[in-house]
């Protein structure tokens, strides 16, 4: 039997179009380099969105922007290798952003490091079920998709970029999760981390929907590496959305 590829949706056509506006900006120093994986790694992006993406969702789980080895190497938010791989199935061919940091190679899903966040929070999804259950209720983005590094490589993150550079990524942003929020008509929208909760409330201000937060499952957040997958479920219970 010949598998058929799932139909494009809203979901695509928004990330496209927040793709074509994120090229247009430019970033100071600190900022040496920008990788966007919504253009080098749209492949299997466009795959995780067609297959996983159909509304209606109980909860839009939403992240900061991409990791160095989770969707910077697979185009997938959160997306560590073999979550992505194995639990989603799904692998595509990615790209390469134009300029590299020797420190900060993209080889898609050939990479052999594993991203802790990802490896957390997929790891999260596949206990609360199969994908396809998992997937019927929640959908995971990321708010910005850029990655910025500067000349040492070390990783920028959205909200330490100054306030002049900030402003229309920030803007492009607000109107992605908003039409993102009216395709999935989710029940409430939960921010990975204070950073993307507050933009949440920000870019979501009228919807009417219920926002809040999950503890970001990094390791550089201290709390995070106490017990970080029972914080997250008692979080999700509190907003009603029990897994």
């Given at each position: 039997m ?14 496209q179009?927040?793709?074509?506006e994120?090229?247009?900006?430019s970033?100071?120093?600190?900022v040496a ?14 795959l ?5 993406g ?14 160095p080895?989770?969707?910077?190497q ?17 692998e ?7 300029l ?15 991203e ?11 206990r609360?079920g ?5 997937f019927?209720r ?20 959205p909200?330490?970029?100054?306030a002049?550079?900030g ?6 942003c ?6 993102t ?24 201000a009228?919807f ?5 937060m ?6 550089a ?5 106490r017990?970080?997958e029972?914080?997250?479920?008692a979080?999700?219970a ?6």
């Open positions: 010949v598998s058929r590829t799932p139909p494009p949706n809203r979901l695509e056509t928004i990330a179009r927040l793709c074509r994120v090229a247009k900006l970033f100071p120093p600190p380099f920008v990788y966007n994986p919504l253009a080098y790694a749209f492949a299997p992006y466009r995780y969105v067609r297959r996983y159909a509304p209606p969702k109980t909860g839009l789980l939403v992240g900061m922007n991409p990791g080895w989770g969707m910077a697979t185009g997938i938010p959160f997306g560590e290798i073999a979550a992505v791989r194995s639990w989603m199935g799904i595509a061919p990615v790209g390469r952003p134009a590299l940091h020797p420190r900060r190679p993209v080889s898609g899903f050939a990479c052999r490091r594993s802790t966040s990802g490896r957390r929070l997929w790891g999260l999804a596949a609360i199969p994908p396809e259950g998992f019927r929640f959908f995971v983005v990321n708010y910005c998709p850029l990655l910025f590094f500067d000349r040492q490589g070390v990783n920028l993150t909200d330490r970029l100054p002049a550079a402003a229309p990524l920030f803007s492009a607000d109107r992605a999760l908003a039409d929020v009216a395709f999935l008509q989710p029940q409430a929208v939960v921010g990975i981390g204070r950073f993307a909760a507050e933009r949440a409330r920000i870019a979501l009228g009417g929907v219920v926002i809040g999950l503890p970001h499952p990094s390791p957040n201290p709390a995070a590496n017990d970080w029972g914080q997250a479920r979080a999700l509190q907003l009603g959305l029990p897994c």
